[in-house]
């Protein structure tokens, strides 16, 4: 299999380098699956999905020397043989993609499709086709509609997105991997911060987005002439605007934490503000004192791990080297990043909202306890986001706040800080990682550091040939994101009356993420003659 993959492999893509060794089909004939698992996580770096599928089905229908077991066709195989190593190409790649082309509909279920036809008419020379014509008609009923269990569950999953629609019940629910064929409900403010609540695919366009908010604000009593021109922009708690095109695809999981979609005229944008409730603030106890370290920890580690396993591995390839991104977006990736900011500014929110010293101290204490029990449970995402959120300038210039926090706190924040250190490529961080075993999260935002710099260091082509050199390293990197979900998580948790209340807030934090506001209640707290 491994020798005729290469062949046609090698003969119909772009040519893969082999300045490193010059017998390639040996390479092959030695790691077959590995290289055959690089080809899979990797190609859509530089290759398309469509033309991947084409060159498949055009390796089946090539005709070999040797029929029926008579004689052998290049590479040692005979006919059947060369047949069949295709189709388990095309198993593999079926497998490795099921769920970004389950969500496509007919647009990728006409390969398998195509292929079955392609077996099936070739039965009567090839006998032991039969089984694998048989998964492939599998394949095609399981691309061509999910069975109705799985509408059913998905028509009543409820999968809560954005912030402003704040509903208990929905935030509960484990989460499931998004896709762009989901409908959600957005609201789209204008500047005078009314707004219009939309329907929508999440990987609809800009242009689609702005018909439907036209189309509403045309039946709006409130609109007092038709809409002109719309653009839609993405407006910070900040202030900060962002312009999108009519062409751009999936544009809400790449909100900011308090960032909201306006649409105005472009005569407008200047005028545009951000929502009053993301500008004011106003003290206040935080819920987090009646909340044990133990179950706000075990929270937000059982949400991690959610979030975590919903990313498909190939969204980090797409990620970083944007390959295909008009086709399969990294949505789930985007949402944990999102997280991961989340956090960061929820530990600063809490200590900064709360007005009473001793109180702050106990936060500063709880904080730094859920940061050690995120980490013994190995989940390095929150508890890197904890220990960044303390080292928030705003939080860390409070001298009253630190000076009262007990010696042993202070010593072991200051291990935590260690280990955040990005000094030596993050040399302390990367060790505790390579001492833990699955189940794991790791921190999000280094490993796209990691593929960001193999990507820029490396070129993707030389010449006409293919750096498969790079793209083994990006594959290594993908399987030991899939090494760390290797096993599942279990969490024993003891069900108590404040269960459900401490995992509705650590799922729907409420958070500044202004900087300067942030700054500002910090001196307001603490002057600097203080």
Same mark, same amino acid.
């Given at each position: 299999?491994?020798?005729?993959?290469?062949?046609?492999?090698?003969?119909?893509?772009?040519?893969?380098?082999?300045?490193?060794?010059?017998?390639?089909?040996?390479?092959?004939?030695?790691?077959?699956?590995?290289?055959?698992?690089?080809?899979?996580?990797?190609?859509?770096?530089?290759?398309?999905?469509?033309?991947?599928?084409?060159?498949?089905?055009?390796?089946?229908?090539?005709?070999?020397?040797?029929?029926?077991?008579?004689?052998?066709?290049?590479?040692?195989?005979?006919?059947?043989?060369?047949?069949?190593?295709?189709?388990?190409?095309a198993?593999?790649?079926?497998?490795?993609?099921?769920?970004?082309?389950?969500?496509?509909?007919?647009?990728?279920?006409s390969?398998?499709?195509?292929?079955?036809?392609?077996?099936?008419?070739?039965?009567?020379?090839?006998? #032991?086709?039969?089984?694998?014509?048989?998964?492939?008609?599998?394949w095609?009923?399981?691309?061509?509609?999910?069975s109705?269990?799985?509408?059913?569950?998905?028509?009543? !999953?409820?999968?809560?997105?954005?912030?402003?629609?704040?509903?208990?019940?929905?935030?509960?629910?484990?989460?499931?991997?998004?896709?762009?064929?989901?409908?959600?409900?957005?609201?789209?403010?204008?500047?005078?911060?009314?707004?219009?609540?939309?329907?929508?695919?999440?990987?609809?366009?800009?242009?689609?987005i702005?018909?439907?908010?036209?189309?509403?604000?045309?039946?709006s009593?409130?609109?007092?002439?038709?809409?002109?021109?719309?653009?839609?922009?993405?407006?910070?708690?900040?202030?900060?605007?962002?312009?999108?095109?009519?062409?751009?695809?999936?544009?809400?999981?790449?909100?900011?934490?308090?960032?909201?979609?306006?649409?105005?005229e472009p005569?407008?944008?200047?005028?545009l503000?951000?929502?009053?409730?993301?500008?004011?603030?106003?003290?206040?106890?935080?819920?987090?004192?009646?909340?044990?370290?133990?179950?706000?920890?075990n929270?937000?580690?059982?949400?991690?791990?959610?979030?975590?396993?919903?990313?498909?591995?190939?969204?980090?390839?797409?990620?970083?080297?944007?390959?295909?991104?008009?086709?399969?977006?990294?949505?789930?990736?985007?949402?944990?990043?999102?997280?991961?900011?989340?956090?960061?500014?929820?530990?600063?929110?809490?200590?900064?909202?709360?007005?009473?010293?001793?109180?702050?101290?106990?936060?500063?204490?709880?904080?730094?306890?859920?940061?050690?029990?995120?980490?013994?449970?190995?989940?390095?995402?929150?508890?890197?986001?904890?220990?960044?959120?303390?080292?928030?300038?705003?939080?860390?210039?409070?001298?009253?706040?630190?000076?009262?926090?007990?010696?042993?706190?202070?010593?072991?924040? !200051?291990?935590?800080?260690?280990?955040?250190?990005?000094?030596?490529?993050?040399?302390?961080?990367?060790?505790?990682?390579?001492?833990?075993?699955?189940?794991?999260?790791?921190?999000?935002?280094?490993?796209?550091?990691?593929?960001?710099?193999?990507?820029?260091?490396?070129?993707?082509?030389?010449?006409?040939?293919?750096?498969?050199?790079?793209?083994?390293?990006?594959? #290594?990197?993908?399987?030991?994101?899939?090494?760390?979900?290797?096993?599942?998580?279990?969490?024993?948790?003891?069900?108590?009356?404040?269960?459900?209340?401490?995992?509705?807030?650590?799922? !729907?934090?409420?958070?500044?993420?202004? !900087?300067n506001?942030?700054?500002?209640?910090?001196?307001?707290?603490?002057?600097?003659?203080?």
């Open positions: 299999m491994s020798i005729i993959w290469a062949r046609w492999c090698f003969d119909s893509l772009p040519k893969v380098s082999s300045v490193q060794s010059p017998n390639v089909l040996s390479l092959y004939n030695q790691a077959h699956e590995t290289l055959l698992d690089d080809f899979m996580l990797t190609h859509p770096i530089f290759l398309t999905a469509d033309r991947f599928q084409q060159v498949l089905l055009q390796q089946f229908s090539l005709e070999t020397e040797g029929r029926m077991g008579e004689g052998e066709g290049e590479g040692g195989l005979n006919g059947g043989e060369r047949k069949r190593a295709v189709l388990s190409v198993f593999r790649y079926l497998d490795t993609y099921r769920e970004l082309l389950q969500e496509e509909g007919d647009r990728s279920n390969f398998p499709k195509d292929l079955y036809m392609c077996a099936v008419q070739e039965l009567g020379d090839y006998p #032991e086709l039969v089984e694998d014509v048989l998964k492939l008609q599998r095609t009923e399981i691309l061509h509609a999910p109705d269990e799985e509408k059913e569950s998905r028509k009543k !999953q409820v999968r809560p997105l954005f912030r402003h629609f704040r509903r208990i019940d929905a935030c509960l629910q484990p989460r499931e991997a998004f896709r762009g064929s989901d409908e959600i409900f957005c609201r789209v403010y204008t500047p005078d911060h009314s707004y219009v609540t939309i329907r929508s695919r999440l990987s609809c366009r800009v242009g689609e702005l018909a439907l908010v036209r189309e509403k604000l045309q039946y009593e409130d609109q007092p002439a038709l809409p002109g021109n719309l653009v839609l922009v993405a407006v910070t708690s900040a202030g900060e605007k962002a312009v999108f095109r009519p062409s751009d695809e999936a544009v809400f999981t790449t909100l900011g934490v308090n960032t909201h979609l306006f649409a105005c005569s407008e944008l200047d005028t503000l951000p929502l009053p409730e993301e500008i004011h603030w106003s003290p206040g106890d935080s819920k987090l004192h009646d909340m044990s370290a133990e179950e706000v920890a929270q937000l580690v059982v949400f991690d791990w959610e979030l975590f396993s919903c990313v498909h591995e190939v969204e980090f390839v797409c990620y970083v080297f944007h390959g295909e991104q008009a086709r399969w977006r990294p949505l789930n990736l985007e949402l944990v990043l999102q997280r991961c900011s989340e956090v960061q500014h929820w530990v600063a929110t809490e200590i900064l909202q709360c007005q009473s010293l001793p109180k702050r101290v106990q936060l500063l204490r709880k904080f730094i306890k859920i940061a050690s029990l995120c980490k013994q449970q190995q989940d390095l995402l929150s508890f890197l986001a904890v220990v960044l959120g303390l080292d928030n300038p705003a939080v860390s210039r409070l001298r009253l706040t630190w000076e009262g926090l007990p010696g042993k706190f202070r010593k072991q924040f !200051q291990q935590f800080e260690g280990t955040a250190d990005p000094s030596r490529n993050h040399k302390s961080y990367r060790d505790l990682m390579a001492s833990l075993r699955p189940p794991l999260i790791p921190f999000t935002p280094l490993l796209l550091k990691d593929l960001t710099f193999l990507h820029e260091s490396c070129k993707t082509f030389h010449g006409e040939m293919v750096n498969f050199e790079k793209m083994h390293k990006v594959a #290594e990197m993908v399987r030991t994101i899939r090494r760390y979900r290797s096993t599942p998580l279990v969490m024993e948790t003891e069900p108590s009356p404040s269960h459900l209340q401490t995992k509705a807030y650590v799922r !729907q934090l409420q958070v500044i993420d202004n !900087q506001l942030l700054f500002d209640m910090s001196c307001k707290m603490e002057p600097k003659d203080t």
